[in-house]
T-cell receptor, first 110, second 116 residues
Framework: GQSLEQPSEVTAVEGAIVQINCTYQ??????LSWYQQHDGGAPTFLSY????GLEETGRFSSFLSRSDSYGYLLLQELQMKDSASYFC???????????FGSGTRLLVRP | EPEVTQTPSHQVTQMGQEVILRCVPI?????FYWYRQILGQKVEFLVS????????KSEIFDDQFSVERPDGSNFTLKIRSTKLEDSAMYFC??????????????FGPGTRLTVL
């Protein structure tokens, strides 16, 4: 089976740093992706980790530890527009299909 | 910037009716996907499609579902006899074959299907 765990909700203030964790238990694993989804919108790709370590893309960074079945998304210099849901998604096998977590709703306050 | 498009944005249908959801993937992409998201829940994989055939499908994708690439641009999802529990947002996604960002799936804006 497959399961991904992430916090349901996180609140932070504008300008702060927030970390959204994701732990997974899947029978197959190729890599971990992160997607952002605003209310009523489509998921938008943020990052992908296929190997252990940190990937940095502007204000967003993502980390993976395959031995711990754990990853996180780090958002720096939070802006109001970052208020959205963030999903971790496992690339489960060579087909590139994605198995999504339940999502973390991030609320950025002024 | 190229994007995935989907039509209609909202489809309302009666239980038992057939619906066809349409997608136009990004033109140089070769891998296509359908996902669905029931309101307030996570995104769920339905089916992947490559080289004019299904490469993988989930247990949700039963005999009531089918996909087709009728021409060089469209990618469709058909539900033969809709059920109330089919009400969801349906997302089409596409992916490059290789090169930069093969792991990035580009999602369309979705079709909200409401079954009454």
């Amino acid at each position: 089976g497959q399961s991904l765990e992430q916090p349901s909700e996180v609140t932070a203030v504008e300008g702060a740093i927030v970390q959204i964790n994701c732990t997974y238990q899947t029978s197959g694993f190729y890599g971990l992706s992160w997607y952002q989804q605003h209310d009523g919108g489509a998921p938008t790709f943020l990052s992908y980790n296929g190997l252990d370590g940190l990937e940095e893309t502007g204000r967003f960074s993502s980390f993976l530890s395959r031995s711990d079945s754990y990853g996180y998304l780090l958002l720096q210099e939070l802006q109001m527009k970052d208020s959205a849901s963030y999903f971790c998604a496992v690339r489960w096998d060579s087909s590139y299909k994605l198995i999504f977590g339940s999502g973390t709703r991030l609320l950025v306050r002024p | 910037e190229p994007e995935v498009t989907q039509t209609p944005s909202h489809q309302v249908t009666q239980m038992g009716q057939e619906v066809i959801l349409r997608c136009v993937p990004i033109s140089n992409h070769l891998y296509f996907y359908w996902y669905r998201q029931i309101l307030g829940q996570k995104v769920e994989f339905l089916v992947s499609f490559y080289n004019n055939e299904i490469s993988e499908k989930s247990e949700i994708f039963d005999d009531q579902f089918s996909v087709e690439r009728p021409d060089g641009s469209n990618f469709t999802l058909k539900i033969r006899s809709t059920k109330l529990e089919d009400s969801a947002m349906y997302f089409c996604a596409s992916r490059r074959a290789s090169g930069g960002g093969p792991n990035e799936q580009f999602f369309g804006p979705g079709t909200r299907l409401t079954v009454l």
